[in-house]
T-cell receptor, first 115, second 112 residues
Framework: DAGVTQSPTHLIKTRGQHVTLRCSPI?????VSWYQQVLGQGPQFIFQ???????GRGNFPDRFSARQFPNYSSELNVNALLLGDSALYLC??????????????FGEGSRLTVL | QQQVKQSPQSLIVQKGGISIINCAYE??????FPWYQQFPGKGPALLIA?????SEKKEGRFTISFNKSAKQFSLHIMDSQPGDSATYFC???????????FGKGTRLSVIA
C-alpha cells in the first residue's frame, strides 16, 4: 500500500508569491494534518482536517490556509510568502481525528525555499 | 512557549552502547507520549509510544520510561547501532482534537 504522498518534493519561490502543496493520505485514512518543520526544529502543527472539516488550527497567520477534498486529499496554501516560511512542510494522515488515539503517518514532505 | 523540552540536542554514542534522550512537559493534560524517528530526507516515523498508566514500555531495543510525578519521559536505545543514527523527536498530546506537540529533536550519531 502506498504511504502518504506529497507534492511537489522541492520548490523555490520568491517573497510575495503564493504556493500550493498537495497531500494524498493513506487509503482509508480520513484525517490529514499539516506540520511545518524549520531546519533543526521539531514539526509544528498548522492544520488538521477530518472528514473534510477543519478540526484544529495552530498558531500560524491567516496567510496559511488549507482544505480537504471529498477523496480526503488535502491542499495547504500559503500566500504572500516570507523568507521565514522556508521549511519542510509535512503532511500526516491518520484513521481518527485525534492524534491521541494512535499513529500519525507522515509523508516525506515538501521542501519550500523562499528567496 | 515550548510545551515539550527535549535534551540533549545532539548525542554521540559508541556502537553497542546505550543512547538516552530525555523529555519534560508541563501540561498535565497530556496523556499520550510518542517518540518519532526521522532520517535525512524522510518524514518522521513512529518508533514507540506510551500512555501514563504504565511506567515503562519496551519494544525490542527501544524502551520508554515514564515518570508522571516528575512530568518526564525518556527513550533508551540499547545496543545502539550505526543504523540508529537519526534525529529523534519526543511528542505529546491530550484527548480530543489536540495535535501532537513535538520537542526540538535530538540528533543521534552511533559510531563504530
Amino acid at each position: 500500500d502506498a504511504g502518504v504522498t506529497q507534492s511537489p518534493t522541492h520548490l523555490i519561490k520568491t517573497r510575495g508569491q503564493h504556493v500550493t502543496l498537495r497531500c494524498s493520505p493513506i487509503s482509508g485514512h480520513k484525517s490529514v494534518s499539516w506540520y511545518q518543520q524549520v531546519l533543526g526544529q521539531g514539526p509544528q502543527f498548522i492544520f488538521q482536517y477530518y472528514e473534510k472539516e477543519e478540526r484544529g488550527r495552530g498558531n500560524f497567520p491567516d496567510r496559511f490556509s488549507a482544505r480537504q477534498f471529498p477523496n480526503y486529499s488535502s491542499e495547504l496554501n500559503v500566500n504572500a510568502l516570507l523568507l521565514g516560511d522556508s521549511a519542510l512542510y509535512l503532511c500526516a494522515s491518520s484513521l481518527w481525528h485525534s492524534a491521541n488515539t494512535g499513529e500519525l503517518f507522515f509523508g516525506e514532505g515538501s521542501r519550500l525555499t523562499v528567496l | 512557549q515550548q510545551q515539550v523540552k527535549q535534551s540533549p540536542q545532539s548525542l554521540i554514542v559508541q556502537k553497542g552502547g546505550i543512547s538516552i534522550i530525555n523529555c519534560a512537559y508541563e501540561n498535565t493534560a497530556f496523556d499520550y507520549f510518542p517518540w518519532y524517528q526521522q532520517f535525512p530526507g524522510k518524514g518522521p516515523a513512529l518508533l514507540i509510544a506510551i500512555r501514563p498508566d504504565v511506567s515503562e514500555k519496551k519494544e525490542g531495543r527501544f524502551t520508554i520510561s515514564f515518570n508522571k510525578s516528575a512530568k518526564q519521559f525518556s527513550l533508551h536505545i540499547m545496543d545502539s547501532q550505526p543504523g540508529d543514527s537519526a534525529t529523534y523527536f519526543c511528542a505529546a498530546s491530550s484527548r480530543g482534537n489536540t495535535p501532537l506537540v513535538f520537542g526540538k529533536g535530538t540528533r543521534l550519531s552511533v559510531i563504530a
